[in-house]
C-alpha cells in the first residue's frame, strides 16, 4: 500500500506540505484558521485541488486573520462566492466566516484556539468528532481527523519510517506526549 509519505516527497504541492506542514505543531490562530478551512473545502475533492487552490484561498480569505474573516458580510460571501481561484461552494464559505467568529469568541471562553484545543487534549477520535461538530460547522470525522492529525493532535500523520516522523519526534506534537497505549 502506498502512504502519503511514499508518495509525496518531490511532488511540487504534495511535497513541501509533507516535509514541513503535515503532522507539525500548530500555534498561529490563523495557521489553524486556514488549515481548517482548507480541510473543510476538501470534503468531495482532492487535497491536491486544494494545495493548488491555497494561494487564493489565503487571498481570499485574507491571509485567515481570524476578525478579518469573521468580519465578513454579504458582499465578501458574494465575493467569495463569485471567485473561481477558490471553491465555490456556499455551505463551505458559510462555514468558514461562522467559524472563524466562533473561533474569536474562544478568545475569551478559552484563551483562542490553540488553548481550547490543549484543553481537550488528549482525547480519541470519535470525542474529538462529536466536539467539532458541536463546535463547528460542516466538520465531520474525515475533516475532524485530518486537521488534528495535520496539527499534531492525533498520530497518524506520517509512517514511523518517514523522515519526517523521526524530525517530529525532535518537537514532539501534543499526541507524541500521550502514551502510546491511548491511541490504541
Not at 487535497?47 to 494561494?55: A, D, N, S, Y
Not at 487571498?59 to 469573521?70: H, N, S, Y
Request: glycine fraction near 8%.
Amino acid at each position: 500500500m502506498t502512504t502519503y509519505c511514499d508518495s509525496a516527497p518531490g511532488h511540487p504541492f504534495h511535497g513541501p506540505y509533507h516535509d514541513h506542514e503535515y503532522g507539525f505543531p500548530t500555534v498561529e490562530e490563523a495557521a489553524l484558521l486556514e488549515r481548517l478551512v482548507l480541510e473543510i473545502n476538501q470534503a468531495g475533492l482532492s487535497w491536491l485541488t486544494i494545495l493548488k487552490k491555497r494561494e487564493a484561498f489565503f487571498a481570499a480569505f485574507k491571509g485567515f486573520d481570524v476578525d478579518k474573516v469573521a468580519e465578513f458580510g454579504e458582499s465578501d460571501r458574494a465575493r467569495l462566492l463569485a471567485d473561481a481561484s477558490i471553491i465555490r461552494n456556499r455551505l463551505k464559505v458559510n462555514a468558514a466566516i461562522e467559524n472563524a467568529r466562533r473561533i474569536r469568541a474562544m478568545r475569551d471562553s478559552d484563551g483562542g484556539f490553540k488553548a481550547w484545543l490543549d484543553a481537550y487534549h488528549p482525547m480519541q477520535k470519535a470525542d474529538w468528532v462529536k466536539l467539532f461538530k458541536q463546535t463547528f460547522l460542516f466538520t465531520g470525522g474525515e475533516i475532524t481527523g485530518e486537521f488534528l492529525m495535520s496539527t499534531g493532535y492525533l498520530p497518524g500523520a506520517h509512517v514511523s519510517t518517514c523522515p519526517v516522523h523521526k524530525q517530529l519526534k525532535a518537537i514532539s506534537p501534543p499526541w507524541m506526549t500521550v502514551e502510546p497505549a491511548f491511541w490504541d
